[in-house]
């Protein structure tokens, strides 16, 4: 059956008041909304529910309005105030960072979130929050937005991989903790729905302009999403802007990271041990280059001719810019892909990670290529395939081509080589070379002590370049900064909202580090506090003399260790001082262990209630690892972002309803409530009858792998189950994501396995 169109909804532009009378000096003028000139998606990555998004949006309509020379206005989003922590919100994932629209909002941007959902019978309680069957924690829904932090990947295909694992918490972050995770094929249900949104708003105008700005995992999400319709044959995004990816280059890691890889967590249950053989090990840097290549290769093919750039004008595209843009003054984005990458960001910096987020993209690379033996009639050696290696310099800039664009954002201090100044690093300068790290410079000191482990270092490099050496030995170091000029240029805001390590409070914990150990911090938010009571080392423990009537509850009047049975008598006459007629656990204190003193007066080691740990949290500052510096600055947004998003075309996102419809379905929070007492809904997450009520007229004209795709988010959000529509190691995808592994596996390619001839 063919697909049937979208209908053209009719839609009330503008209302404005006026009083009826004769004879009127001069009719009432009502301004008829302009079209946008694009529609542009924002992406989150792991442990995280769209927190930037606001900074974002703010920034990208601020500098379209000075880019374009018209009025744009963002949405609002509930940010937590001071206010909000001095209270406990019940569910504050249902609260704090949504994005809420008003009447007169004008912006292009549509905000996509994604993240995992655990089985109902899989998750625990610990101290009052739920969590996941290996300790992370989930909302009310039982979901975790943007997956676990330890879940990013550093490629393409580990989104089909398992889960990390990760013994005991080995950072010991309580606000950032690393535990065990699932399977992670939520990854790839989520960049199928992103691939499904681009393909929406083209079915709504096929001639429509759109940019991903992404952050962290969510650029390897727009990366795969991108591959999956040029699987199907349709268009990609006109314009990626990729802020801090994990995605690396590099296949080697210490052996302390590999140590820890040797062990696996969870699984998914549409992949089998042969798939995971696949997979199995560092994918090599051929395939991580190689993926890119082709990627940006199918964004540059996908560029739109139409509407001509050169003819885009106030009148004849419906107000889309001023009167007084010039498209000579501007540039034509469509068909490009940025990256923004910081050496200030510690997080990619992970030696397991060493990500092009933190370090760019070289010029030159050394990898072992690696070479499938011909099938001859001999059986394989004991030791099983052995592939030959062959050492071979790569050129990835070269190789990526002419529309890859990089922009270093960064505080760091460079020589000028022109005018012998030291000066900072603007962006947006005519191309030009970047050293990553000079002679004597730490490139770990501006993070706090704890920040610094587990970290690489950048390559150090000759500064200014001696012409003497060898064109390799020259750019060893140094990247190619080749995004276009910005006017004017500007210097990044990495600085943000954070505190000096001068400036924190005595009253908090990071204040018990010396000043040299210390590095910029960053207020707790309520749902990172929520986050921290269920980490281990979350909750606090505090040695105290009981008062008199505490201590009388306890019936042992000799000195020394108390009973179990005793402290749990003095545990309900504290908690019911703390909070009379309240036998809430979440309000509860612990009484872990007692002792008399010879005096008659009793000390014990008594452990915060779950509701005071989330307060104290909400009051507590944690250590800023640059890993959001880029993306949540309005000023850097404002300044470069706007002016490297496509513009062309936004009708999807200029209809009120089609854009209400696409915000829904790039919301994974779309769910069926379970027919129990103990579902009973949650104010802000959509659900399925009243997104039908809203969006039926739309969602019925979706072709059968978007339905799909819709449907199938919707029953994974509800019950924790992932959709069979999802692709696994098989078909033309695997041509485009290249996945070859350090030992030789590749998927795709009838490789032998171990112990076959």
Not at 16 to 28: G, I, T
Not at 37 to 64: F, Q, R, T, W
Not at 275 to 294: C, F, I, K, P
Not at 667 to 679: F, N, Q, S, V
């Amino acid at each position: 059956m063919a697909e049937k169109p979208y209908p053209k909804i009719e839609y009330v532009v503008k209302r404005e008041s006026a009083v009826l009378q004769c004879s009127r000096v001069r009719d009432k003028v009502i301004e008829v909304p302009r079209e946008l000139p694009g529609n542009i998606i924002l992406v989150h990555g792991v442990n995280d529910v769209g927190m930037g998004y606001s900074a974002a949006e703010k920034g990208i309509c601020a500098g379209l309005q000075d880019r374009l020379f018209r009025y744009f206005k963002p949405a609002e989003y509930r940010l937590p105030t001071k206010t909000d922590k001095q209270k406990l919100e019940q569910d504050p994932d249902d609260v704090f960072f949504k994005r809420k629209p008003t009447p007169d909002t004008d912006s292009p941007v549509i905000p996509f979130y994604w993240g995992y959902r655990e089985l109902h019978l899989e998750t625990r309680t610990v101290n009052g929050q739920k969590t996941d069957r290996y300790g992370t924690r989930l909302d009310k829904d039982l979901t975790k937005g943007g997956g676990p932090f330890g879940n990013a990947t550093a490629t393409l295909p580990d989104m089909w991989n398992r889960g990390v694992y990760a013994a005991g918490d080995p950072v010991g972050d309580a606000l950032r903790p690393i535990k065990t995770g699932p399977g992670r094929m939520y990854m790839v249900l989520a960049a199928m729905r992103l691939a499904a949104l681009i393909s929406m708003i083209r079915k709504f105008e096929l001639k429509d302009t759109v940019s991903i700005v992404a952050h962290s995992q969510g650029c390897l999400l727009s990366l795969l999403a991108q591959a999956l319709l040029m699987e199907r044959g349709e268009r990609t995004a006109d314009t990626l802007i990729l802020t801090h990816p994990p995605y690396s280059l590099e296949e080697e890691m210490s052996l302390m990271m590999k140590g820890l890889t040797f062990f696996r967590g969870g699984k998914d249950a549409a992949m089998t041990e042969a798939d995971y053989e696949l997979l199995d090990g560092r994918q090599s840097m051929h395939a991580r280059l190689q993926t890119l290549v082709n990627i940006v290769a199918g964004v540059a093919k996908s560029k739109a001719g139409a509407p001509a750039f050169s003819k885009i004008n106030e009148s004849d595209n419906g107000g889309m810019v001023a009167s007084c843009w010039q498209p000579e003054g501007d540039r034509d984005n469509r068909g490009k892909v940025y990256l923004y990458f910081c050496p200030e960001d510690m997080t990619v910096a992970l030696d397991n990670m060493r990500g092009i987020g933190w370090q760019g993209v070289p010029d030159y690379l050394h990898t072992v290529s690696l070479k499938p033996q011909v099938q001859s009639g001999y059986a394989v050696s004991k030791a099983g395939y052995q592939p030959r290696h062959t050492i071979v310099t790569r050129k990835p800039m070269d190789e990526i081509g002419t529309s890859f664009f990089q922009r270093v954002f960064t505080a760091k201090l460079r020589l000028d080589p022109h005018t012998g100044k030291t000066v900072p690093v603007l962006i947006g300068q005519s191309p030009h070379d970047f050293a990553l790290c000079v002679k004597d410079e730490d490139g770990h000191a501006h993070v706090a002590a704890s920040a610094r482990s587990l970290r690489e270092k950048l390559p150090v490099a000759t500064w200014p370049i001696n012409q003497t050496d060898k064109p390799e030995a020259q750019r060893w170091g140094i990247r190619r900064i080749n995004g276009e000029p910005l006017h004017p240029p500007y210097k990044a805001d990495l600085r943000g909202n954070q505190i000096a390590p001068d400036m924190i409070p005595a009253s908090s914990r990071l204040a018990q580090a010396p000043l040299n150990k210390r590095g910029p911090s960053e207020e707790v938010d309520p749902i990172t506090a929520a986050i921290a009571v269920t980490a281990t080392g979350g909750m606090d423990t505090n040695l105290e003399e009981l008062s008199p009537a505490v201590a009388a509850a306890c019936v042992d009047t000799k000195p020394g260790r108390l009973s179990k049975l005793e402290c749990q008598r003095m545990q309900a006459v504290y908690n019911e001082a703390k909070h009379p007629n309240d036998a809430s656990p979440d309000n509860s204190y612990t009484i872990l262990s007692a002792s008399r003193r010879k005096d008659g007066t009793v000390v014990a080691y008594v452990m915060e209630s779950p509701n005071a740990a989330r307060k104290r949290w909400q009051h507590e500052l944690g250590e800023k690892s640059f890993h959001s510096a880029i993306y949540d600055s309005p000023a850097n947004h404002r300044n470069v972002t706007a002016y490297d998003v496509a513009i062309g075309s936004g009708k999807a996102s200029s209809h009120p309803q089609f854009h209400a419809y696409l915000c829904a379905v790039a919301d994974w929070r779309l769910k069926k409530p379970a027919k129990t007492k103990y579902d009973k809904g949650r104010i802000g997450v959509l659900t399925w009858d009243k997104f039908m009520a809203k969006y039926g007229a739309y969602y019925e004209c979706e072709s059968d792998w978007r339905l799909q795709i819709i449907k199938g988010n919707v029953d994974y959000y509800s019950d924790g189950t992932l959709p069979k529509c999802l692709p696994v190691l098989t078909g033309g995808l695997w041509e485009i994501v290249v996945s070859e592994t350090t030992t030789g596996m590749r998927v795709g390619q009838a490789i032998p396995r171990k112990g076959q001839a």
